[in-house]
């Protein structure tokens, strides 16, 4: 683990204003300089005495990170940081670090050093913690597995959740994982404020409302990075677009054009967006190339009276004299929709303007940087070819594919049959009895003899004997009625459920063991490390008892002992074949390292 | 007598069984039947009989033969198990005037379409003697023809000529398609294999295609195995396809299965309580020693399965070009994420 540095300021409360100075963190150390080198707050802590660390949410007023000596007590080392990137890497640092030493702490000690990497990669936050304890409160079962296995010291508490981390990570991704998105709220909903007695007008513009403008209107967005700060200030720069915001309000077109003439900058604000201009004329080439659009244009009423959307109380009208842009609300509304729909994509911390606007430009060249305009028009021409084209006249469309050949489907059925026919209990060698050698015309002179003396005696009166029919009848009812076809024949009636509730309650938390412990158990191998060997020891420590505890159950007399011992018989074999596994795997090992007395020195 | 109360209790369908007589009765539906025009328990069965003249010709050699370790009433003769089959066809489309019985042939070279009950016409047609020679002479018709299809040897040993099963599945599931699409309302399918012969491996896939088509299109494979083993395939397909697999252990009342049993059509299957294998196990087996195995290889292009690793897939001929690491040798890597 490397060192990290970082800016912060140092307080002991979190009211305090703090020191600034920089925070050092290393291995087993951190150390604080304060930037004033008169002052006397100078720190080196080592990690072994941080028994834990809080932090302050993201996007809260205060990127806060809290080492604390006794969770009990409180307090201990507060570091403010200038924002939560630079909090979060100092956070993360530290939950490794302290990770790593809890881990160390709970190891036993007989433990080789080699062993100290692969065991301490686990870090446990609270967070982690938490979510631990969470899940094992929704889920009974998983909380009495845990209480079995963990508590009875047959797996640690890492092993444990080594095998359920998925149920980890898809918790934590559903926490952390979500964005928050633009407002729905439309900018042309923020209106100005006037107070009534000066001809002051007051438009307020937030981070928020900001990221926003620079989303939906791509003009403003260069303008700013073109102007600001090289041309004018930031507050200029606003100033000037809620005038021109303002003249687009008032709908004074003649106003608004003789304020354009005279002020270059403002008249960027006030002229159409070329930049959307381009995006719409490329997001018209993705329009079925068969629609005419130009035509549908041509059906547009608004500018006739009585047509037309009332906007803010006036009628919008479109006129094309002048270089001042009319956005009509169903442009502003479809472009915001559209906006609001692509989501936030930056992800940075609103604040520093020139920041978002940096960021957002360098998120906008990623995502056009792929398509040129050479692809997009032969694309078009495909697209074009594509919709026009006649079924009919088309050849088939034929996907390359590599034939599957199989040479020899005997295979599939041969390795079918043994399985099937032991089911139905009969084996393929004592039914083969059938080999006499045939002449094909004799066979077939057979057959037809024997079509010919149904044809000729009639069909037989009675067809069957009641003799027959009786044996054939008692015979259905008797197979149809016994247990082994009863059993699990119905999936709503569990062989479970006839059991008494506390049998089926043991069988159940054994056989959940089980696997639990075959998994770890099996996971094991080959075993590569004393630790793992020691695991599997535990392990099968474990599994012997259980599997005496199967036996009890088994050999207990009562109404339900065949139905029991059938649960139990699939559990108990797949223990066998661990414990033959174990033994197995044990023979060669010594066999192979003879002297050594345990084997698995390393 | 008093056998009735027995069995009554179990199959309590909408037909009485009096043993001493040979005769179903016929219990005529309400008066609902005349105003619906279809009602729920109409059904179209496809029966494929199967028509393999070396497993019949040898059974019969065997029921002669001393030797022969079966009980005779485990063997029928080709005449006897039409004594059963035609008065069956007949009661099933006595047990519903509107029933559509069709009867595919399934020989070793070729099948064909025996009998339709719907094709029939003129006076005589429908009557009990009408149906049972049409069937006769067909039959006749399709022995001669598929014996000139032939052309292996001379001698053959029975047990290793398998019916075309894969074939007269085919058939009955595209007249089943042909009904399903000319008709808005048809009668409910279903398919019941009269099977005798061993199967043939060779079919393997066309077998399995089949039985999966007749899934897809919700039509039951009904089994009555007659033979001497049981039927891998048949047991897949009735599993599949939620029919019924029986291997009737008496086959001198093989009448009586066929009616206690395949008679009874899917509504009243619903309330009744067939007989069905103890389920099909679907443990895996090895390609290579046809053992059952808990571990294996696949190859990911055929799905065969091995014991153990191979350079070549012996079933597509696919080449395995990534031999498995040695587990002994090198620690796995994956390990040291899961373990900790
Ligand atoms: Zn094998
Ligand atoms: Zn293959």
Sequence with gaps: MAAITMAAKYKTTVKEPGIPGVLK?????????????????????????????????????????????DPEKGGGYIFEFNNFTDRNACRDFVGKVLGKFQALAS??????????????????????????????????????????????????ESEFWATRKNLLDDDYARISKQRTGFKSAMLADIRPSTDGRTNKVTFSLTPEIIHQIFSEKPAVH???????????????FWTKYCRAEYLHRTNNSVAAAAEAAEDEELAVFLKHDDILAEEARRKIRRVDPTLDMEA??????????????????SKETTDAENDIARRTLAQDVNRHASVVLEGRALDIELGDTRTVAEALARSKQESSADKSDENANLERQERVSRMTEIEDLQATHSLPY???????????????????????????????????????????????????EVKLQGLHNPIVQSEAALKVLSGLTQQISSTRYNLGKNPQE??????????????????????????????????????????????????????????????VQSDFRHQISLLIQPMLQALDAAFAHYDAEENKHSKKNGAKPNGFVQ | ?????????????????????????????????????????????????????????????????????????????????????????????????????????????????????????????????????????????????????????????????????????????????????????????????????????????????????????MVPIDSCVMGVQHSAFLQQASYITGGVYLKPQHLDGLFQYLSAVFATDLQSRSFLQLPKPAGVDFRASCFCHK??????????????????????????????????????????????????
């Excluded at chain 1, 100290?116 to 889920?139: A, G, I, N, P």
């Excluded at chain 1, 054994?510 to 158990?521: A, D, G, K």
């Excluded at chain 2, 294996?296 to 080449?319: M, N, P, R």
Aim: net charge neutral; glycine share 4%; hydrophobic share 35%.
């Design chain 1, 25 to 69: 963190m290393m291995d087993d150390v951190f150390a604080f300089t304060p930037n004033d080198p008169r002052s006397a707050m100078k720190l080196k802590v080592d990690f072994r005495n941080i028994k834990g660390h809080k932090f302050s949410k993201d996007g809260s007023k205060q990127a806060l990170l809290n080492l604390t000596q």
């Design chain 1, 107 to 156: 190891k036993q000690n007989d433990q080789p050093v080699s062993e100290k990497s692969t065991v301490s990669v686990e870090q446990l936050s609270t967070t982690e913690m938490e979510r631990r304890m969470k899940l094992l409160r929704e889920d009974s079962e998983l909380q009495k597995l845990h209480k079995e296995l963990v508590f009875g010291n047959i797996l640690t």
């Design chain 1, 222 to 236: 260069r303008a700013f990075l073109n102007f600001v700060p090289s041309k004018m200030t930031e507050k200029d």
């Design chain 1, 296 to 313: 549908d244009l041509g059906d547009d009423y608004t500018h006739l009276p009585d047509h037309g959307i009332l906007r803010d109380g």
């Design chain 1, 402 to 452: 590599a034939e599957l050949c199989i040479k020899d489907p005997r295979e599939y059925f041969d390795s079918q049959q043994v399985n099937a026919l032991k089911a139905l209990g009969s084996t393929v060698a004592g039914s083969r009895t059938i080999d006499h050698s045939l002449n094909t015309e004799e066979a077939y002179v057979y057959l037809l003899n024997e079509i010919s």
């Design chain 1, 494 to 555: 569990s062989v479970l459920d006839r059991l008494p509730k506390r049998t089926k309650d043991e069988i159940m938390l054994h056989w959940t063991s089980i696997q639990e412990l075959l998994r770890h158990f099996w996971s094991s191998y080959p075993i590569t490390t004393s630790y793992l060997y020691n695991k599997v020891l535990r392990l099968k420590s474990a599994m012997t008892d259980i599997y005496q505890k199967l036996k009890a159950i088994k050999d």
């Design chain 2, 1 to 217: 007598m008093n056998s009735v109360s027995t069995p009554s209790k179990l199959y309590s369908g909408n037909f009485t069984y009096i043993s001493s007589s040979p005769f179903l009765y016929f219990l005529p539906p309400l008066m609902g039947l005349l105003i619906l025009w279809q009602s729920d328990d109409v059904s179209l069965i496809v029966v494929l009989l199967d028509v393999n003249p070396f497993f019949w010709a040898s059974s019969a050699a065997s029921v002669g033969d001393s030797t022969s370790p079966h009980h005779p009433t485990a063997i029928l003769s080709f005449s006897k198990l039409l004594n059963h089959v035609i008065p069956f066809l007949n009661s099933l489309l006595l047990l519903n005037q509107l029933n559509q019985v069709v009867l595919v042939a399934t020989g070793v070279n070729s099948c064909s379409y025996i009998y339709d009950s719907g094709d029939s016409e003129g006076e005589s047609a429908g009557s009990v003697p009408a149906v049972c020679s049409e069937i006769l002479r067909r039959l006749e018709e399709f022995v001669d023809k598929d014996r000139l299809l032939g052309k292996g040897p001379d001698k053959v040993v029975a047990a290793g000529v398998s019916s075309l099963l894969s074939g007269s599945l085919s058939l009955a599931l595209c007249y089943i398609q042909r009904v399903f699409r000319s008709k808005a309302r048809h009668p409910q399918p279903r398919i019941l294999c009269l099977q005798s012969s061993p199967d043939g491996p060779e079919q393997y896939v066309a077998v399995m295609n089949s039985i999966f088509s007749a899934q897809r299109s």
């Design chain 2, 291 to 340: 053992k059952t195995i808990d571990m294996g290889y696949v190859c990911s292009v055929c799905l065969s399965i091995f014991c153990k690793h191979h350079k070549k897939c012996s079933t597509c001929g696919s080449e395995f070009s990534q031999a498995p690491s040695d587990p002994n040798a090198t620690p796995d890597r994956k390990r040291k994420t899961s373990e900790v």
